[in-house]
């Protein structure tokens, strides 16, 4: 028998009222970053927790105050907190005058499974035959370009570890997605910015050492997405709509079945932000345009742009509805194949029939 109950938030992007900057683009609405993770813990702090994972995303763009902040708020709740960088918070290799170096992330969060301050990857025990990973998946190329990818010496680093861990139950968690969450996300120029480069070696390795589980952020969706008997479980951002959270039950029976129950909380009001489902979802509808007129016009529809600048305003609220999860598309008025591709962005399994499972799930391991 084992049974431990966790909980995820991700891409919190934490931005104290000081080093706050606007931007007419910004997705997130960092301004609530704050109040939201409060209400959020005091959740939690009433739950039988066993641990929190936070995958990625922690800060507003790197800035060592947003990491303090949050680095000393964790270490004051009631259960262990355990976090990974995101492309945010290391936003360059070197140091700025607003962020901090790739190598410093570490030494902000030993309390939160960094024990060697000069390793941004660590494994740990969270729980009695229960390990988790946590993994870097932010890299800088040769021109200084920050890229999502699993670096060579961590990937031995892995290689070397995984045999050492059989008859744990392992969790691994990344920034980058690992498997599509999207159609066509590893290929498309618009999603594949959110996959991890090198996944395809990342996932034989897990097939091979019966790895199941990994907790991924970056997309700012609820979606959970599966490859072979491996599930991949991202979480949206606590600061866009709907502003998600979720609480996981890990149960393992007597004849060592494992069930996954998986449930999604929302954020629905903070103080001077009452309406915020409503204020959340037009900021993301009135910041639309120009993303869905990139996809209308990209592969593979590759519509011209005056027929796209005549559906885009009708998608308004596309990525909103995406970012939900358990949403089914249809667009009558649409052309045919416009209709059937974005049907395919819908909870739909392979097969296209309705499977609502983004946000409340049993998984059978």
């Not at 704050?34 to 939690?44: K, T």
């Not at 589980?213 to 997405?225: R, S, Y």
């Not at 409503?278 to 910041?287: A, C, F, Q, T, V």
Request: contains cysteine; hydrophobic residues 40%; aromatic residues 10%.
């Amino acid at each position: 028998m084992l049974n431990f109950r966790f909980a995820v938030i991700s891409d919190p992007h934490v931005a104290i009222p000081e080093t706050i900057w606007t931007h007419p683009n910004r997705f997130h609405l960092v301004e609530v970053s704050v109040p939201a993770l409060e209400v959020v813990f005091n959740h939690l702090k009433e739950l039988d927790l066993d641990f929190l994972l936070i995958p990625g995303d922690l800060t507003q763009d790197g800035e060592p105050e947003n990491h303090r902040w949050l680095g000393q708020q964790l270490s004051t709740l009631p259960f262990p907190a355990y976090v990974i960088p995101g492309n945010h918070d290391v936003p360059s290799l070197d140091a700025t005058e607003s962020a901090i170096a790739f190598s410093e992330f570490p030494s902000f969060y030993q309390k939160q499974g960094y024990t060697n301050p000069e390793q941004i990857y660590y494994t740990c025990e969270v729980f009695p035959s229960v390990q988790l990973i946590g993994l870097n998946s932010n890299q800088f190329n040769d021109q200084g370009k920050q890229i999502g990818i699993l670096d060579e010496k961590q990937l031995v680093w892995l290689k070397n570890l995984l045999p050492t861990l059989q008859g744990k139950v392992i969790l691994v968690m990344i920034h980058h997605n690992v498997i599509e969450h999207l159609p066509g996300q590893s290929t498309h120029e618009l999603g594949r910015r959110y996959m991890l480069e090198n996944a395809a070696s990342l996932l034989e390795l897990f097939e091979q050492y019966g790895v199941k589980l990994i907790f991924t952020g970056h997309l700012h969706v609820q979606d959970i997405a599966s490859h072979q008997d491996i599930y991949e479980i991202t979480t949206g951002s606590l600061v866009s709509y709907p502003h998600p959270y979720r609480i996981i039950e890990f149960q393992q029976n007597e004849r060592g079945h494992q069930t996954l129950n998986i449930t999604s909380h929302w954020i629905e009001q903070l103080p001077e932000w009452e309406n915020l489902p409503e204020i959340s979802r037009n900021w993301l509808g009135d910041r639309s345009f120009p993303f869905m007129m990139r996809l209308l016009t990209s592969s593979p529809l590759n519509l011209p742009v005056a027929e796209a600048e005549n559906l885009a305003p009708k998608l308004r609220n596309f990525w909103a509805n995406i970012a939900a999860g358990d949403h089914l598309f249809e667009f009558p008025d649409f052309p045919k194949p416009v209709q059937e591709y974005f049907k395919k962005f819908g909870a739909v399994n392979q097969n296209g029939v309705p499977e609502l499972i983004d946000n409340q799930a049993v998984i059978k391991l």
